[in-house]
Protein backbone atom coordinates (compact mmCIF):
# COMPACT_ATOMS: atom_id res chain seq x y z
CA UNK A 1 0.00 0.00 0.00
CA UNK A 2 2.55 2.34 0.72
CA UNK A 3 4.52 1.87 -2.66
CA UNK A 4 0.99 2.89 -4.34
CA UNK A 5 0.55 5.96 -1.84
CA UNK A 6 4.35 7.31 -3.09
CA UNK A 7 3.79 6.20 -7.05
CA UNK A 8 0.29 8.60 -6.94
CA UNK A 9 1.93 11.09 -5.20
CA UNK A 10 4.82 11.63 -7.33
CA UNK A 11 2.57 11.01 -10.47
CA UNK A 12 0.34 14.03 -9.62
CA UNK A 13 3.32 15.84 -8.40
CA UNK A 14 5.12 15.81 -11.95
CA UNK A 15 1.75 15.83 -13.92
CA UNK A 16 1.46 19.07 -11.69
CA UNK A 17 4.51 20.52 -12.50
CA UNK A 18 4.96 19.59 -16.18
CA UNK A 19 0.87 21.38 -16.81
CA UNK A 20 2.12 23.95 -15.16
CA UNK A 21 4.74 25.11 -17.47
CA UNK A 22 2.53 23.71 -20.77
CA UNK A 23 -0.32 26.56 -19.17
CA UNK A 24 1.82 29.36 -19.15
CA UNK A 25 3.01 28.82 -22.54
CA UNK A 26 -0.38 28.18 -23.80
CA UNK A 27 -2.16 30.54 -22.02
CA UNK A 28 -4.24 28.18 -19.78
CA UNK A 29 -4.50 30.15 -17.11
CA UNK A 30 -6.22 32.66 -14.57
CA UNK A 31 -6.10 36.48 -14.97
CA UNK A 32 -7.11 39.20 -11.89
CA UNK A 33 -9.73 41.24 -12.97
CA UNK A 34 -13.43 41.69 -11.68
CA UNK A 35 -14.12 39.02 -8.83
CA UNK A 36 -10.62 37.63 -9.05
CA UNK A 37 -8.15 39.68 -6.69
CA UNK A 38 -5.01 36.84 -6.67
CA UNK A 39 -1.89 38.34 -8.32
CA UNK A 40 -0.49 37.63 -11.60
CA UNK A 41 -1.45 34.81 -13.74
CA UNK A 42 -2.16 31.29 -12.25
CA UNK A 43 -1.80 28.22 -14.30
CA UNK A 44 -5.27 26.41 -13.92
CA UNK A 45 -3.98 22.89 -13.81
CA UNK A 46 -5.20 21.09 -10.43
CA UNK A 47 -7.47 19.30 -12.20
CA UNK A 48 -5.25 18.15 -14.99
CA UNK A 49 -2.86 16.65 -12.36
CA UNK A 50 -5.77 14.89 -10.85
CA UNK A 51 -7.07 13.09 -13.88
CA UNK A 52 -3.53 12.24 -15.30
CA UNK A 53 -2.96 10.45 -11.91
CA UNK A 54 -5.41 8.40 -12.01
CA UNK A 55 -4.68 7.78 -15.97
CA UNK A 56 -1.15 6.32 -14.94
CA UNK A 57 -2.27 4.59 -12.36
CA UNK A 58 -5.25 2.79 -14.36
CA UNK A 59 -2.44 2.09 -17.00
CA UNK A 60 0.57 0.67 -14.71
CA UNK A 61 -1.43 -0.32 -11.55
CA UNK A 62 -4.78 -1.49 -12.56
CA UNK A 63 -4.93 -4.05 -9.96
CA UNK A 64 -4.86 -1.28 -7.32
CA UNK A 65 -8.36 0.11 -8.91
CA UNK A 66 -11.76 -1.04 -8.47
CA UNK A 67 -12.45 -0.99 -12.29
CA UNK A 68 -13.61 -4.62 -12.75
CA UNK A 69 -16.74 -4.62 -11.29
CA UNK A 70 -17.26 -1.27 -10.50
CA UNK A 71 -17.84 0.66 -13.92
CA UNK A 72 -14.54 2.48 -13.93
CA UNK A 73 -13.60 2.41 -17.83
CA UNK A 74 -17.07 4.27 -18.30
CA UNK A 75 -16.39 6.39 -15.08
CA UNK A 76 -12.80 7.04 -16.78
CA UNK A 77 -14.42 7.87 -20.47
CA UNK A 78 -16.93 10.51 -18.81
CA UNK A 79 -14.14 12.46 -16.45
CA UNK A 80 -12.33 12.25 -19.94
CA UNK A 81 -14.78 14.46 -21.43
CA UNK A 82 -15.47 16.57 -18.28
CA UNK A 83 -11.80 17.47 -18.04
CA UNK A 84 -11.87 17.96 -21.90
CA UNK A 85 -14.88 20.68 -21.53
CA UNK A 86 -13.26 21.73 -18.34
CA UNK A 87 -10.18 23.05 -19.84
CA UNK A 88 -11.89 24.57 -22.76
CA UNK A 89 -13.99 26.48 -20.51
CA UNK A 90 -10.63 27.56 -18.44
CA UNK A 91 -9.10 28.75 -21.27
CA UNK A 92 -11.92 30.38 -23.51
CA UNK A 93 -14.62 31.30 -21.08
CA UNK A 94 -17.39 28.74 -22.46
CA UNK A 95 -21.31 29.89 -22.34
CA UNK A 96 -23.17 27.63 -19.76
CA UNK A 97 -25.02 25.57 -22.55
CA UNK A 98 -21.95 23.20 -23.67
CA UNK A 99 -21.00 22.76 -20.36
CA UNK A 100 -24.27 21.52 -19.17
CA UNK A 101 -24.91 19.05 -22.15
CA UNK A 102 -21.22 17.78 -21.99
CA UNK A 103 -21.82 17.22 -18.01
CA UNK A 104 -25.33 15.62 -18.89
CA UNK A 105 -23.56 13.36 -21.69
CA UNK A 106 -20.93 12.07 -18.46
CA UNK A 107 -24.02 11.10 -16.73
CA UNK A 108 -25.53 9.32 -19.14
CA UNK A 109 -22.45 7.08 -20.02
CA UNK A 110 -22.36 5.78 -16.63
CA UNK A 111 -26.42 4.92 -16.83
CA UNK A 112 -25.61 3.18 -19.81
CA UNK A 113 -23.32 1.03 -18.60
CA UNK A 114 -25.98 0.70 -15.48
CA UNK A 115 -24.91 3.03 -13.46
CA UNK A 116 -27.52 5.62 -11.82
CA UNK A 117 -30.20 6.04 -8.51
CA UNK A 118 -32.19 2.87 -8.46
CA UNK A 119 -33.73 3.41 -4.95
CA UNK A 120 -33.52 6.06 -1.99
CA UNK A 121 -33.68 3.53 0.29
CA UNK A 122 -35.98 3.59 3.33
CA UNK A 123 -36.31 7.03 4.26
CA UNK A 124 -40.05 6.63 4.32
CA UNK A 125 -40.14 4.15 6.72
CA UNK A 126 -40.11 0.02 5.96
CA UNK A 127 -40.60 -0.04 2.36
CA UNK A 128 -37.58 0.97 -0.04
CA UNK A 129 -37.95 3.24 -2.62
CA UNK A 130 -37.30 2.51 -5.22
CA UNK A 131 -36.96 5.53 -8.35
CA UNK A 132 -38.06 2.63 -11.09
CA UNK A 133 -37.39 4.71 -14.50
CA UNK A 134 -37.64 8.33 -12.87
CA UNK A 135 -34.13 7.08 -11.57
CA UNK A 136 -32.35 8.12 -14.74
CA UNK A 137 -33.94 11.70 -14.88
CA UNK A 138 -32.74 11.73 -10.76
CA UNK A 139 -29.35 10.96 -11.65
CA UNK A 140 -29.17 13.90 -14.39
CA UNK A 141 -30.10 16.17 -12.30
CA UNK A 142 -27.86 14.61 -9.52
CA UNK A 143 -24.80 15.11 -11.89
CA UNK A 144 -24.98 18.35 -12.45
CA UNK A 145 -25.56 19.17 -8.49
CA UNK A 146 -22.50 17.12 -7.99
CA UNK A 147 -20.49 19.30 -10.58
CA UNK A 148 -21.62 22.82 -9.63
CA UNK A 149 -21.70 22.24 -5.60
CA UNK A 150 -17.79 22.01 -5.64
CA UNK A 151 -17.91 23.86 -8.81
CA UNK A 152 -19.49 26.36 -6.53
CA UNK A 153 -16.76 25.96 -3.07
CA UNK A 154 -13.14 26.95 -5.41
CA UNK A 155 -12.96 30.40 -4.25
CA UNK A 156 -10.44 29.98 -1.79
CA UNK A 157 -6.81 28.65 -1.88
CA UNK A 158 -7.41 25.28 -0.13
CA UNK A 159 -11.03 25.37 -0.42
CA UNK A 160 -11.77 22.78 -3.24
CA UNK A 161 -9.18 20.24 -2.03
CA UNK A 162 -9.27 20.27 1.38
CA UNK A 163 -13.42 19.88 0.76
CA UNK A 164 -12.80 17.33 -1.41
CA UNK A 165 -10.45 15.32 0.74
CA UNK A 166 -12.28 15.13 3.47
CA UNK A 167 -15.39 13.43 1.48
CA UNK A 168 -13.39 10.90 -0.07
CA UNK A 169 -11.83 10.27 3.38
CA UNK A 170 -15.09 9.81 5.04
CA UNK A 171 -15.93 7.48 2.14
CA UNK A 172 -12.77 5.68 3.04
CA UNK A 173 -14.11 5.24 6.29
CA UNK A 174 -17.69 3.80 5.33
CA UNK A 175 -15.87 1.30 2.14
CA UNK A 176 -13.65 0.45 5.03
CA UNK A 177 -15.77 -0.27 7.47
CA UNK A 178 -17.81 -2.38 5.37
CA UNK A 179 -14.97 -4.55 4.04
CA UNK A 180 -14.57 -2.99 0.84
CA UNK A 181 -10.48 -2.50 0.44
CA UNK A 182 -10.43 -1.81 -3.06
CA UNK A 183 -12.76 0.87 -3.16
CA UNK A 184 -10.93 2.04 0.56
CA UNK A 185 -7.83 2.12 -1.22
CA UNK A 186 -9.34 4.04 -4.03
CA UNK A 187 -10.89 6.72 -1.89
CA UNK A 188 -6.83 7.34 -0.12
CA UNK A 189 -5.51 7.15 -3.51
CA UNK A 190 -7.83 10.45 -4.21
CA UNK A 191 -6.78 12.23 -1.22
CA UNK A 192 -2.72 11.33 -2.13
CA UNK A 193 -3.38 12.80 -5.48
CA UNK A 194 -5.03 16.19 -4.00
CA UNK A 195 -1.95 16.59 -1.80
CA UNK A 196 0.39 18.45 -4.45
CA UNK A 197 -2.21 20.75 -5.38
CA UNK A 198 -3.09 21.57 -2.32
CA UNK A 199 0.88 22.18 -1.56
CA UNK A 200 1.53 24.35 -4.05
CA UNK A 201 -2.17 26.28 -4.29
CA UNK A 202 -1.96 26.71 -0.77
CA UNK A 203 2.69 28.10 -1.07
CA UNK A 204 3.18 25.48 1.91
CA UNK A 205 6.71 25.17 0.40
CA UNK A 206 6.60 28.89 0.48
CA UNK A 207 7.06 29.20 -3.30
CA UNK A 208 4.12 31.21 -3.85
CA UNK A 209 5.59 31.61 -7.46
CA UNK A 210 5.04 28.25 -8.17
CA UNK A 211 0.90 28.45 -7.62
CA UNK A 212 -1.76 26.76 -9.37
CA UNK A 213 -5.25 26.78 -9.17
CA UNK A 214 -7.80 23.88 -9.65
CA UNK A 215 -9.80 25.25 -12.69
CA UNK A 216 -13.18 24.24 -14.14
CA UNK A 217 -11.61 21.24 -15.34
CA UNK A 218 -10.83 20.33 -11.77
CA UNK A 219 -14.07 20.87 -10.06
CA UNK A 220 -15.87 18.89 -12.31
CA UNK A 221 -13.60 16.03 -12.53
CA UNK A 222 -13.81 16.41 -8.82
CA UNK A 223 -17.44 16.26 -8.22
CA UNK A 224 -17.99 13.72 -11.13
CA UNK A 225 -16.03 11.33 -9.18
CA UNK A 226 -17.26 12.47 -6.08
CA UNK A 227 -20.64 11.32 -7.99
CA UNK A 228 -19.77 7.57 -8.97
CA UNK A 229 -17.89 6.87 -5.75
CA UNK A 230 -21.06 7.24 -3.58
CA UNK A 231 -23.62 5.63 -6.15
CA UNK A 232 -21.33 2.49 -6.20
CA UNK A 233 -21.42 2.69 -2.53
CA UNK A 234 -25.28 3.50 -2.17
CA UNK A 235 -27.28 1.70 -5.48
CA UNK A 236 -27.31 -1.88 -5.40
CA UNK A 237 -27.61 -5.48 -4.35
CA UNK A 238 -23.53 -4.70 -2.87
CA UNK A 239 -24.23 -1.35 -1.43
CA UNK A 240 -22.82 -0.95 1.39
CA UNK A 241 -24.34 2.97 2.69
CA UNK A 242 -28.13 4.70 2.88
CA UNK A 243 -28.58 7.13 0.35
CA UNK A 244 -29.64 9.34 2.90
CA UNK A 245 -26.11 8.43 4.63
CA UNK A 246 -24.74 10.50 1.05
CA UNK A 247 -26.68 13.32 2.03
CA UNK A 248 -24.49 13.88 5.05
CA UNK A 249 -20.98 13.18 3.74
CA UNK A 250 -21.54 15.80 1.01
CA UNK A 251 -23.78 18.13 3.23
CA UNK A 252 -21.77 21.28 3.27
CA UNK A 253 -21.03 21.79 -0.70
CA UNK A 254 -24.84 20.57 -1.33
CA UNK A 255 -26.19 23.70 1.27
CA UNK A 256 -23.96 26.29 -0.34
CA UNK A 257 -24.81 25.29 -3.89
CA UNK A 258 -28.48 25.10 -2.83
CA UNK A 259 -28.25 28.23 -0.48
CA UNK A 260 -26.77 30.50 -2.81
CA UNK A 261 -29.11 29.13 -5.77
CA UNK A 262 -32.02 29.84 -4.01
CA UNK A 263 -30.00 33.68 -3.10
CA UNK A 264 -29.96 34.22 -6.78
CA UNK A 265 -33.51 33.14 -7.94
CA UNK A 266 -34.81 35.44 -5.27
CA UNK A 267 -33.20 38.53 -6.50
CA UNK A 268 -34.73 37.48 -9.94
CA UNK A 269 -31.05 36.07 -11.66
CA UNK A 270 -30.00 32.95 -12.98
CA UNK A 271 -28.89 30.58 -10.58
CA UNK A 272 -25.80 30.33 -12.31
CA UNK A 273 -25.19 34.14 -12.01
CA UNK A 274 -21.74 35.01 -10.56
CA UNK A 275 -21.44 36.80 -7.19
CA UNK A 276 -19.49 37.10 -4.06
CA UNK A 277 -21.79 35.62 -1.43
CA UNK A 278 -20.96 32.31 -1.27
CA UNK A 279 -20.49 30.63 2.40
CA UNK A 280 -16.46 31.48 2.00
CA UNK A 281 -17.06 34.99 0.94
CA UNK A 282 -19.43 35.42 3.88
CA UNK A 283 -16.96 34.27 5.93
CA UNK A 284 -14.19 36.40 5.20
CA UNK A 285 -15.52 39.31 5.05
CA UNK A 286 -17.21 38.37 9.04
CA UNK A 287 -13.34 38.88 9.70
CA UNK A 288 -12.11 35.15 9.08
CA UNK A 289 -8.65 35.04 7.32
CA UNK A 290 -8.73 32.46 3.98
CA UNK A 291 -6.87 29.59 6.23
CA UNK A 292 -9.33 30.45 8.69
CA UNK A 293 -12.30 29.52 6.22
CA UNK A 294 -10.84 26.87 4.65
CA UNK A 295 -10.29 25.39 8.24
CA UNK A 296 -13.40 26.16 9.08
CA UNK A 297 -15.92 24.60 6.21
CA UNK A 298 -13.25 22.12 6.10
CA UNK A 299 -14.32 21.09 9.98
CA UNK A 300 -17.64 21.39 9.16
CA UNK A 301 -17.80 19.04 6.44
CA UNK A 302 -16.12 17.00 8.51
CA UNK A 303 -18.81 17.10 11.41
CA UNK A 304 -21.54 16.42 8.77
CA UNK A 305 -20.13 13.50 7.28
CA UNK A 306 -19.24 12.19 10.89
CA UNK A 307 -22.77 12.56 12.02
CA UNK A 308 -23.96 10.87 8.72
CA UNK A 309 -21.56 7.78 9.62
CA UNK A 310 -22.45 7.87 13.45
CA UNK A 311 -25.90 7.57 12.49
CA UNK A 312 -25.46 5.04 10.43
CA UNK A 313 -23.35 2.91 12.17
CA UNK A 314 -26.19 3.10 15.41
CA UNK A 315 -28.81 1.78 13.17
CA UNK A 316 -30.80 5.17 13.71
CA UNK A 317 -33.81 4.64 10.87
CA UNK A 318 -33.24 6.23 7.79
CA UNK A 319 -36.23 8.48 7.75
CA UNK A 320 -35.26 10.21 11.08
CA UNK A 321 -31.58 10.96 9.60
CA UNK A 322 -33.45 12.00 6.70
CA UNK A 323 -35.34 14.10 8.73
CA UNK A 324 -32.61 15.54 11.17
CA UNK A 325 -30.61 16.24 7.87
CA UNK A 326 -33.02 18.43 6.99
CA UNK A 327 -33.39 20.56 10.52
CA UNK A 328 -29.91 20.87 10.01
CA UNK A 329 -30.07 21.82 6.42
CA UNK A 330 -33.16 24.40 7.17
CA UNK A 331 -30.54 25.60 9.97
CA UNK A 332 -27.63 26.32 8.08
CA UNK A 333 -30.00 28.11 5.44
CA UNK A 334 -31.25 30.48 7.96
CA UNK A 335 -27.54 31.32 9.36
CA UNK A 336 -26.33 31.42 6.23
CA UNK A 337 -28.46 33.89 5.10
CA UNK A 338 -28.49 36.21 8.12
CA UNK A 339 -24.94 36.16 8.39
CA UNK A 340 -25.16 37.58 4.72
CA UNK A 341 -27.50 40.18 5.88
CA UNK A 342 -24.79 41.17 8.33
CA UNK A 343 -22.18 41.09 6.19
CA UNK A 344 -23.43 42.11 2.32
CA UNK A 345 -21.25 42.41 -0.45
CA UNK A 346 -20.27 45.86 -0.68
CA UNK A 347 -19.27 45.76 -4.51
CA UNK A 348 -23.39 44.32 -4.90
CA UNK A 349 -24.61 47.17 -3.13
CA UNK A 350 -22.69 49.55 -4.79
CA UNK A 351 -24.21 48.39 -8.18
CA UNK A 352 -27.38 48.31 -7.08
CA UNK A 353 -27.22 51.76 -5.72
CA UNK A 354 -26.19 53.03 -9.04
CA UNK A 355 -28.94 51.14 -11.05
CA UNK A 356 -31.60 52.85 -8.79
CA UNK A 357 -30.40 56.27 -7.60
CA UNK A 358 -30.77 57.48 -3.81
CA UNK A 359 -33.24 59.99 -3.92
CA UNK A 360 -34.93 58.29 -6.58
CA UNK A 361 -38.81 57.70 -5.36
CA UNK A 362 -40.40 54.06 -4.62
CA UNK A 363 -44.20 53.43 -5.94
CA UNK A 364 -46.22 51.71 -3.67
CA UNK A 365 -47.73 50.11 -6.16
Known amino acids: MGKDILIMFITAMAALLIARMVALKCGLVDKPGGRKKHKGEIPLVGGISFYSAIAMFYLFQPEVLPHTEAHFLTYFLSVSLLLGIGIADDRFDLPVAPRVVIQGLSAVILMVDGLYLRSFGHVLGEQELLLGPVGYLVTLFASWAA ?34 QSHAMWCLLMIVALIPYLILNMGLLGHHRLKVFMGDAGSMVIGFTVLWMVMLGSQGDEAVMAPVTVLWLIALPLMDMVTIMTRRIRRGQSPFHPDRDHLHHILMRGGLTGRQTV ?32 CVFMGYLFTNNRLQQLNPDPRAQLKQSQIVPPDASVSNR
Open 147 to 180: INAFNMIDGVDGLLGSVAGTVFAALMVVFWLAGE
Open 295 to 326: MFITALTAIFAAIGIVLSIIGIAEWFSLALFL
